[in-house]
C-alpha cells in the first residue's frame, strides 16, 4: 500500500488532539475529580472506537485493492487476447516464446511455441537492421509488422482492407489523352475526297473499335484529334499491351505512299484536371517531338514511351520553316547580341548549324558569337581552316568570355541539341530569357525550359538542313561565303554519311542551294579525309564484334584502351555495312574516361530507346551515350537491356 496511505495521522494531529485532551482532562480532576474520571473513561472510549475505525478502513481498503488488481489483470488479459492486432515474442534464438491468439489465427495454428520465427514469416529473413516496420503477405491477407529488437517482440496489424482500398483508388485513377493523327495531311494530300472519306471511315472505326476494347472513353475534337479518357488499371493493360493500335493504323493505310500514323499522350497520377489536360498534352508535344508515330506516358514522374518504330515522316510544306525564319529575324532584331553554341564536343553538324544562324545575326546587323570550348578529332580540320580565316575566326569565343558578355538583352540560340545539360555552357541558358532552340533529334524527357523559339524536326536529316531552309526565308539578298556555305553542307554530309542515311528531297533542295552559294564540295572531302592511324585504330575496334540476335553486331575494346567519340562511332557506322548486320553498337572507353557508346542501325531497329535506356539519346538509327562505369558493367547492362526489349516488343520491324 502507498506510504501516503499508510500514514493517515499527517502532521499526527489526531494523537496531540488526544494529548490536549488529557492534559485538560487531567487539569479537571485537580478540581473536580469524579468529572475528570469520567471524562478520561469517555475520552478512552473514543480512542479506542477511532483506532477500530481506523483498522476496519484499512482492511476495507486492502479488499478493494485486491479486488480491483485481480479485475485490471484479467481485463488486461482479455484484452490481449481479443485485441484485433498480434503480438509475439521470441528468443534470442528467433524461436516463438508467447503469442497471442490473433497470431495463431493469422496462419491457421493453435500455437506457434517453439517454431522459428523465420521460417514462419520468411519476409522477414530479408529485413535490414533499419527497418522497423515492413508488409508481409500470409495467405490473402497482408500485414503490416512493428519490429521491437531491443524487447524481442513483434506487432502484427492487419491492413488488407486499407490495401484493397488503396489500390482500388489507384486503379480507377483518371487518365486523361489525346490522339492525333501527326500526318494526316501528308497521307491524304492528292487523294480524291471519295477515297480520303473511306480511309478517314476505316481508320476511325479502328480507333473506336480499339477504344471500346479496352474500355476507353472516346470522343472527336478535330478531324485528326481524339480526347481519351481512361483510369489507370486500363492504361496499365493498354502499356502491357505496348498500344498496339499503332502497328494497326499503320498496317491498315500501308497501301498509301506514305502509311497514315498516330501520336498519342497520356497524362495520369495528378488529382488537378487543369493540370493533367496540361500534361496529357506535353506528352503529345513529346510524342510529336520525337517524330511520331508512338505514344508517349506521363505518370506522376515517369515518362515511358511506346512505338516510335518508323522514321519521322518528312514534311512537304515549307510554311513552317518560313514562319520560323521571320520569328527568328525578329527575335535577333530585338536583342543586343546573339550567342550561339551547340552540344559538348560538338560535331561538324554543330559547328556547321552556329556559322549558319552566324550568319543570319550579321545579316541583321547585329553582333553574334559562337561558343567553343576546346576542339576535339572531328571538327580539327574544319576548325584549322576557320582559324586561317579572319573575318569568321574572330566571332568564336570561349564560355568564359561569353559569360561576360551575357545579359537579359541577349539571345541564346542552341543548336543541334535540346539539352540544356548537353549544351557547352548551360549557366548561360540561366543568364536570359531569350532562348531559340533549333535541332533534328527526337525530343527526350529533358527539355530546355521557357524556350522563346521551338524549331525541332525529326525528320531533318541534320541541323544544318533546318538552318539552311531558315536562311532561304530570312533575307532575300542573303549571300554567304565559301566556307560558311562549305561549313553547312559538311554538316549535312557528315549527319547523312554522303546522303546514304535519311535523306530526303528536302536535304537535296538544301544541298543545292548552299551548292549555288559557293560550297565547295572538294573541301568537304579534304576535311573529311581520314588518317591513316584512325583507320588502323578502327580495324582495331571493329575486329573484336560479336553478332547478337543473327543482326546486331557489338564490338567491345580491350580494357585500358582509349579511343575517341568519332573513332567509336566511325567504327559503329562501319560495322553497319557489313552483309547481314542491321544494327551496331561498339563500347569504349574515351580519353575523358567515360564509357562511350555508339548506336547505329538502318532503321529496321530504333537504336534511340535503347541508348535512352542507358540514360542516353539521339534518332531512330543514330543515338549515343556516355556512362561512368566500366566496360564490363556497360556491356552487361546492354546486353540485358537488348534482352528486355526483345522479349517486350521485339527488336525488329
Given at each position: 500500500?502507498?506510504?501516503?496511505?499508510?500514514?493517515?495521522?499527517?502532521?499526527?494531529?489526531?494523537?496531540?488532539?488526544?494529548?490536549?485532551?488529557?492534559?485538560?482532562?487531567?487539569?479537571?480532576?485537580?478540581?473536580?475529580?469524579?468529572?475528570?474520571?469520567?471524562?478520561?473513561?469517555?475520552?478512552?472510549?473514543?480512542?479506542?472506537?477511532?483506532?477500530?475505525?481506523?483498522?476496519?478502513?484499512?482492511?476495507?481498503?486492502?479488499?478493494?485493492?485486491?479486488?480491483?488488481?485481480?479485475?485490471?489483470?484479467?481485463?488486461?488479459?482479455?484484452?490481449?487476447?481479443?485485441?484485433?492486432?498480434?503480438?509475439?515474442?521470441?528468443?534470442?534464438?528467433?524461436?516463438?516464446?508467447?503469442?497471442?491468439?490473433?497470431?495463431?489465427?493469422?496462419?491457421?495454428?493453435?500455437?506457434?511455441?517453439?517454431?522459428?520465427?523465420?521460417?514462419?514469416?520468411?519476409?522477414?529473413?530479408?529485413?535490414?537492421?533499419?527497418?522497423?516496420?515492413?508488409?508481409?503477405?500470409?495467405?490473402?491477407?497482408?500485414?503490416?509488422?512493428?519490429?521491437?529488437?531491443?524487447?524481442?517482440?513483434?506487432?502484427?496489424?492487419?491492413?488488407?482492407?486499407?490495401?484493397?482500398?488503396?489500390?482500388?483508388?489507384?486503379?480507377?485513377?483518371?487518365?486523361?489523352?489525346?490522339?492525333?493523327?501527326?500526318?494526316?495531311?501528308?497521307?491524304?494530300?492528292?487523294?480524291?475526297?471519295?477515297?480520303?472519306?473511306?480511309?478517314?471511315?476505316?481508320?476511325?472505326?479502328?480507333?473506336?473499335?480499339?477504344?471500346?476494347?479496352?474500355?476507353?472513353?472516346?470522343?472527336?475534337?478535330?478531324?485528326?484529334?481524339?480526347?481519351?479518357?481512361?483510369?489507370?488499371?486500363?492504361?496499365?493493360?493498354?502499356?502491357?499491351?505496348?498500344?498496339?493500335?499503332?502497328?494497326?493504323?499503320?498496317?491498315?493505310?500501308?497501301?498509301?505512299?506514305?502509311?497514315?500514323?498516330?501520336?498519342?499522350?497520356?497524362?495520369?497520377?495528378?488529382?488537378?484536371?487543369?493540370?493533367?489536360?496540361?500534361?496529357?498534352?506535353?506528352?503529345?508535344?513529346?510524342?510529336?517531338?520525337?517524330?511520331?508515330?508512338?505514344?508517349?506516358?506521363?505518370?506522376?514522374?515517369?515518362?515511358?514511351?511506346?512505338?516510335?518504330?518508323?522514321?519521322?515522316?518528312?514534311?512537304?510544306?515549307?510554311?513552317?520553316?518560313?514562319?520560323?525564319?521571320?520569328?527568328?529575324?525578329?527575335?535577333?532584331?530585338?536583342?543586343?547580341?546573339?550567342?550561339?553554341?551547340?552540344?559538348?564536343?560538338?560535331?561538324?553538324?554543330?559547328?556547321?548549324?552556329?556559322?549558319?544562324?552566324?550568319?543570319?545575326?550579321?545579316?541583321?546587323?547585329?553582333?553574334?558569337?559562337?561558343?567553343?570550348?576546346?576542339?576535339?578529332?572531328?571538327?580539327?580540320?574544319?576548325?584549322?581552316?576557320?582559324?586561317?580565316?579572319?573575318?569568321?575566326?574572330?566571332?568564336?569565343?570561349?564560355?568564359?568570355?561569353?559569360?561576360?558578355?551575357?545579359?537579359?538583352?541577349?539571345?541564346?540560340?542552341?543548336?543541334?541539341?535540346?539539352?540544356?545539360?548537353?549544351?557547352?555552357?548551360?549557366?548561360?541558358?540561366?543568364?536570359?530569357?531569350?532562348?531559340?532552340?533549333?535541332?533534328?533529334?527526337?525530343?527526350?524527357?529533358?527539355?530546355?525550359?521557357?524556350?522563346?523559339?521551338?524549331?525541332?524536326?525529326?525528320?531533318?536529316?541534320?541541323?544544318?538542313?533546318?538552318?539552311?531552309?531558315?536562311?532561304?526565308?530570312?533575307?532575300?539578298?542573303?549571300?554567304?561565303?565559301?566556307?560558311?556555305?562549305?561549313a553547312l553542307l559538311a554538316g549535312i554530309v557528315v549527319d547523312t554519311k554522303s546522303f546514304s542515311l535519311r535523306t530526303g528531297a528536302r536535304t537535296f533542295e538544301a544541298a543545292s542551294f548552299l551548292r549555288r552559294n559557293g560550297a565547295d564540295s572538294s573541301l568537304i572531302q579534304r576535311l573529311l579525309k581520314e588518317d591513316l592511324d584512325a583507320f588502323i585504330q578502327r580495324s582495331e575496334v571493329i575486329k573484336n564484334a560479336v553478332i547478337l540476335y543473327d543482326h546486331i553486331a557489338l564490338a567491345v575494346t580491350e580494357p585500358n584502351r582509349k579511343y575517341s567519340q568519332l573513332l567509336i562511332a566511325q567504327a559503329a557506322d562501319t560495322l553497319l555495312t557489313m552483309t547481314g548486320v542491321m544494327a551496331s553498337f561498339v563500347i569504349s572507353e574515351r580519353p575523358d574516361g567515360l564509357i562511350g557508346i555508339?548506336?547505329?542501325?538502318?532503321?529496321?531497329?530504333?537504336?534511340?530507346?535503347?541508348?535512352?535506356?542507358?540514360?542516353?539519346?539521339?534518332?531512330?538509327?543514330?543515338?549515343?551515350?556516355?556512362?561512368?562505369?566500366?566496360?564490363?558493367?556497360?556491356?552487361?547492362?546492354?546486353?540485358?537491356?537488348?534482352?528486355?526489349?526483345?522479349?517486350?516488343?521485339?527488336?525488329?520491324?
Amino acid at each position: 500500500m502507498p506510504k501516503f496511505l499508510l500514514k493517515r495521522w499527517h502532521g499526527l494531529h489526531i494523537v496531540w488532539i488526544f494529548a490536549l485532551l488529557i492534559v485538560l482532562i487531567f487539569t479537571l480532576m485537580i478540581y473536580q475529580w469524579v468529572i475528570g474520571v469520567i471524562a478520561l473513561f469517555l475520552c478512552g472510549i473514543l480512542a479506542y472506537y477511532t483506532l477500530q475505525a481506523e483498522q476496519a478502513f484499512r482492511k476495507d481498503f486492502n479488499h478493494y485493492v485486491t479486488t480491483l488488481s485481480h479485475r485490471i489483470k484479467k481485463a488486461g488479459n482479455e484484452v490481449v487476447h481479443e485485441l484485433p492486432i498480434g503480438i509475439l515474442l521470441y528468443n534470442e534464438e528467433k524461436i516463438v516464446e508467447w503469442h497471442n491468439p490473433f497470431v495463431a489465427k493469422m496462419v491457421n495454428k493453435e500455437t506457434l511455441i517453439g517454431e522459428s520465427v523465420n521460417e514462419l514469416f520468411p519476409a522477414l529473413k530479408t529485413r535490414k537492421d533499419k527497418d522497423l516496420k515492413l508488409e508481409i503477405t500470409v495467405g490473402k491477407c497482408i500485414y503490416l509488422v512493428q519490429v521491437k529488437p531491443d524487447e524481442r517482440l513483434l506487432y502484427f496489424t492487419d491492413i488488407t482492407n486499407y490495401k484493397t482500398l488503396s489500390a482500388r483508388y489507384e486503379e480507377e485513377r483518371l487518365a486523361i489523352g489525346i490522339v492525333m493523327m501527326d500526318n494526316l495531311d501528308e497521307a491524304t494530300q492528292g487523294m480524291d475526297d471519295q477515297t480520303r472519306s473511306i480511309m478517314m471511315a476505316r481508320v476511325t472505326g479502328e480507333i473506336t473499335e480499339w477504344a471500346q476494347k479496352n474500355n476507353v472513353h472516346l470522343r472527336r475534337t478535330a478531324s485528326d484529334r481524339y480526347l481519351i479518357l481512361m483510369n489507370q488499371k486500363g492504361l496499365k493493360s493498354l502499356e502491357q499491351s505496348r498500344f498496339e493500335i499503332l502497328d494497326e493504323v499503320r498496317d491498315l493505310t500501308i497501301e498509301n505512299k506514305l502509311p497514315l500514323t498516330l501520336s498519342i499522350g497520356i497524362a495520369s497520377g495528378i488529382d488537378s484536371l487543369t493540370e493533367l489536360g496540361q500534361l496529357a498534352q506535353t506528352s503529345l508535344d513529346m510524342a510529336l517531338g520525337r517524330g511520331g508515330d508512338q505514344v508517349a506516358v506521363k505518370v506522376g514522374e515517369r515518362l515511358s514511351f511506346y512505338g516510335g518504330r518508323s522514321n519521322a515522316i518528312e514534311k512537304r510544306t515549307r510554311v513552317r520553316a518560313r514562319v520560323i525564319s521571320h520569328a527568328l529575324r525578329d527575335l535577333i532584331k530585338e536583342c543586343d547580341k546573339v550567342i550561339i553554341m551547340g552540344h559538348r564536343y560538338p560535331d561538324m553538324d554543330a559547328i556547321g548549324a552556329a556559322i549558319g544562324v552566324l550568319k543570319a545575326v550579321h545579316v541583321s546587323n547585329k553582333e553574334g558569337y559562337i561558343v567553343l570550348e576546346g576542339v576535339n578529332p572531328s571538327i580539327q580540320k574544319l576548325m584549322d581552316t576557320i582559324y586561317e580565316d579572319e573575318k569568321l575566326n574572330r566571332w568564336f569565343i570561349t564560355p568564359e568570355q561569353a559569360m561576360q558578355i551575357t545579359n537579359g538583352r541577349t539571345l541564346a540560340v542552341v543548336v543541334d541539341t535540346h539539352k540544356a545539360s548537353m549544351v557547352a555552357e548551360p549557366k548561360l541558358l540561366q543568364q536570359t530569357q531569350r532562348k531559340f532552340v533549333v535541332d533534328h533529334h527526337r525530343r527526350g524527357e529533358e527539355f530546355i525550359q521557357d524556350a522563346t523559339l521551338v524549331y525541332m524536326e525529326p525528320y531533318a536529316s541534320s541541323t544544318c538542313e533546318l538552318v539552311t531552309e531558315l536562311l532561304q526565308y530570312f533575307n532575300d539578298r542573303l549571300t554567304m561565303g565559301v566556307l560558311e556555305a562549305t561549313a553547312l553542307l559538311a554538316g549535312i554530309v557528315v549527319d547523312t554519311k554522303s546522303f546514304s542515311l535519311r535523306t530526303g528531297a528536302r536535304t537535296f533542295e538544301a544541298a543545292s542551294f548552299l551548292r549555288r552559294n559557293g560550297a565547295d564540295s572538294s573541301l568537304i572531302q579534304r576535311l573529311l579525309k581520314e588518317d591513316l592511324d584512325a583507320f588502323i585504330q578502327r580495324s582495331e575496334v571493329i575486329k573484336n564484334a560479336v553478332i547478337l540476335y543473327d543482326h546486331i553486331a557489338l564490338a567491345v575494346t580491350e580494357p585500358n584502351r582509349k579511343y575517341s567519340q568519332l573513332l567509336i562511332a566511325q567504327a559503329a557506322d562501319t560495322l553497319l555495312t557489313m552483309t547481314g548486320v542491321m544494327a551496331s553498337f561498339v563500347i569504349s572507353e574515351r580519353p575523358d574516361g567515360l564509357i562511350g557508346i555508339s548506336a547505329r542501325s538502318l532503321g529496321q531497329m530504333n537504336v534511340q530507346v535503347v541508348m535512352e535506356r542507358m540514360g542516353g539519346g539521339g534518332h531512330l538509327t543514330n543515338a549515343a551515350t556516355q556512362l561512368e562505369s566500366t566496360i564490363g558493367e556497360a556491356k552487361e547492362r546492354l546486353k540485358q537491356i537488348l534482352s528486355d526489349i526483345e522479349a517486350e516488343e521485339g527488336l525488329f520491324e
